[in-house]
């Protein structure tokens, strides 16, 4: 038998023809020829099937995928605070071997732009570039965003545009560079807790080496009521102490939106403390009516030092004394602080020459800038010798809050004279009425007619 047969075959761009011409065969070879045909045509198209699978491999192709996210979206009125916006790579790989995915994935040189226009904040830092993001290496982006007070609060949405290049296919002697910009809406809100804002309460200036009430405003400028608040202080000076420690805390039961209240501090001043203004740091925790626990931080308040001042303004008019005499000194003593001073104790010393057999005095009070006089005796030694001399005076007393102090010492001029004028002129009175009376007896003697009894 006698048979003509033709097979042709298509694997991708080779085409193979096998022709089988006509031949003659016997019957019993018929079956011998077909199994070599057949291991013919599969060796062929393993060995295309194989020199196509090289090809690939050496074009890798990818794409970056690059998404915008914000993590911490919640903002607060009346706050310049940091949008933190990352940047994450989704990316994918078309062809080619793993080794080179980092290559054709990576995104390179992304620039982060957000726009928030038709929100009540203000992005003052509207671009920003992180550099490459990887699928192992995402960005991020800070922007400073600027909150009005009067910010409603509530959920807004903003643009970021995300602009890169990165390497789209890599041949074996050749790259493809490709630049892209992706656009992705993220959300921010801007909160109705609870916040609070402190200034405050009066012109009280502290002064160094002083204990005062310092007053502080709390006002709750959030949109929300707070419960249970507790407002801290702080001082990063080692001048400014509250109490014994470096800061305090002042309680209030509840604070509405809008509503003010004042709390106190005491705060000691260091002795060492320059006159300035000097800044407060604070944080206030609170419970919401939900009772969800919040907190306020970066807190601040201003506190003006004054340079140091005397507790008391003394005056002595006339503080003189002759030698080896004695005399009633008064003196005029002034509050010189800005509260009520009570049980006010004044102690006056003194050395040789000078002495004083009353060196105690008293005041039961004393509002700021009010006026009393407190009388001491004081002597000068019979040899003492005539010039200025110095006591001290000092007093004890409790302030507006009850607390005992001791003021600082204060030194009076005692001026002693000589005593020879003082004691002449003292004796010329009884001396000239001595010899008076003497002559007007002599003179009664010699004309005894005149006296009335006769």
């Known amino acids: 038998m006698v048979s003509s047969i033709t097979q042709c075959g ?3 761009t080779v085409r193979i023809v096998l022709c089988a011409s006509s031949y003659t065969m016997e019957y019993h070879n018929r ?38 996210y914000v993590p911490e979206p919640t903002l607060e009125p009346g706050t310049t605070t940091t949008l933190s916006v990352q940047v994450a790579n989704n990316a994918q790989i078309n062809t080619g071997a793993p080794a ?12 982060v732009e957000l726009d928030a226009g038709g929100t009540p904040v203000t992005v003052e830092t509207p671009e920003h570039s992180i550099g490459s993001v990887s699928e192992a290496r995402p960005g991020s982006a800070r922007f400073e965003i600027d909150v009005p007070e009067n910010a409603e609060p509530g959920r807004y949405k903003a643009t970021v545009d995300m602009e890169f290049s990165y390497t789209s296919t890599m041949g074996e002697f050749t790259e493809q560079e490709a630049t892209e910009t992706r656009t992705e809406t993220v959300t921010f809100e801007i909160s109705d807790d609870p916040q ?11 002064r160094a080496d002083e204990t005062g009430l310092f007053p502080v405003t709390v006002e709750n400028t959030g949109g929300k009521a707070a419960e249970d608040v507790a407002v801290s202080l702080s001082s990063q000076s080692p001048e400014i ?15 509405k939106p809008g509503e003010t209240t004042e709390v106190t501090y005491e705060v000691r001043v260091g002795s060492g403390a320059p006159a300035r203004l000097y800044n407060l740091n604070g944080h206030a925790t609170y419970t919401d009516k939900q009772g969800i626990d919040g907190r306020d931080e970066d807190l601040s308040v201003g506190a003006r030092v004054g ?5 008391f303004n003394v005056g002595v008019k006339n503080s003189t004394v002759a030698v080896g005499s004695a005399r009633l000194v008064a003196v005029t003593v002034t509050n010189n602080r800005d509260q009520r001073l009570t049980d006010i104790q004044a102690s006056l010393g003194t050395s040789a020459p000078l002495d004083s057999d009353d060196d105690d005095g008293y005041i039961e009070s ?13 002597s000068a030694t019979t040899d003492a010798n005539p010039k200025t001399y110095a006591a001290d005076l000092d007093f004890s007393y409790e302030d507006e809050r009850g607390i005992s102090r001791m003021s600082e010492t204060y030194q009076l001029p005692v001026d002693v004279t000589a005593d020879d004028g003082v004691q002449l002129l003292s004796i010329i009175p009884f001396a000239g009425g001595g010899l008076l009376l003497a002559g007007t007896a002599v003179y009664a003697r010699q004309r005894p007619e005149i006296l009335p009894w006769s």
Request: proline content about 3%.
């Open 10 to 12: 298509r694997f991708n």
């Open 31 to 68: 079956s011998r020829v077909g199994r070599i045909v057949a291991i013919t045509i599969l060796s062929m198209l393993l060995i295309i099937g194989s020199t196509a699978g090289v090809g690939t491999a050496l074009v890798p192709s990818g794409d970056p995928d690059v998404n915008a």
């Open 100 to 111: 080179n995915r980092e290559r054709v994935t990576t995104a390179r040189n992304v620039v």
């Open 196 to 206: 609070f804002e402190l200034t405050r309460a009066d012109d009280t200036q502290l």
């Open 241 to 255: 102490r509250f109490g014994s420690g470096t800061g305090a805390v002042s309680r209030i039961d509840s604070l």
């Open 307 to 311: 340079s140091q001042r005397n507790d």
């Open 366 to 378: 004393l509002d700021p800038g009010e006026s009393a006089t407190v009388t001491f005796g004081l």
